[in-house]
Nanobody, 115 residues
Framework: VQLVESGGGLVQPGGSLRLSCAAS????????MSWYRRAPGKGRDLVAA????????NYADSVKGRFTISRDNAKNTVYLQMNSLKPEDTAVYSC?????????WGQGTQVTVSS
C-alpha cells in the first residue's frame, strides 16, 4: 500500500488549496479514505472521510462548509479542496486508507496559512 500526498504549501488567510493523495497497492475503489491533520504540538485529528463509492462523506465541525473531500476511482486519487483557509488550519495533512483490517498512512504534506 502506498499513499502519496501533494498540493500543500503556504497560503494567505482566506485562500484555497487542493490536496491530492495518489493511492496504489490495493483496490482503491473498495476502500474508504480519510484526511487527517496534525497541528504543531497537537494530536492527529480527522478532517474528512469519504466512502468507497464517494456517496457518503463526513467532516470535522471545524471545516464544515469550507473543505470538500472527493475521489476519482478511475485515477486512484482522493482530494481535499480547502477554501477560506484560516491560520488554525496550519498542519501536516495526511491521507489514510483502511485496507483489510489495517490502516495505512501517507507521509503527509505541510499546509501553512499565514500572512
Amino acid at each position: 500500500v502506498q499513499l502519496v500526498e501533494s498540493g500543500g504549501g503556504l497560503v494567505q488567510p482566506g485562500g484555497s488549496l487542493r490536496l491530492s493523495c495518489a493511492a496504489s497497492g490495493f483496490t482503491f475503489s473498495s476502500a474508504g479514505m480519510s484526511w487527517y491533520r496534525r497541528a504543531p504540538g497537537k494530536g492527529r485529528d480527522l478532517v474528512a472521510a469519504i466512502s468507497s463509492t464517494g456517496g457518503s462523506t463526513n467532516y470535522a465541525d471545524s471545516v464544515k462548509g469550507r473543505f470538500t473531500i472527493s475521489r476519482d476511482n478511475a485515477k486512484n486519487t482522493v482530494y481535499l479542496q480547502m477554501n477560506s483557509l484560516k491560520p488554525e488550519d496550519t498542519a501536516v495533512y495526511s491521507c489514510s486508507a483502511w485496507v483489510s483490517g489495517s490502516r495505512y498512512w501517507g507521509q503527509g504534506t505541510q499546509v501553512t496559512v499565514s500572512s
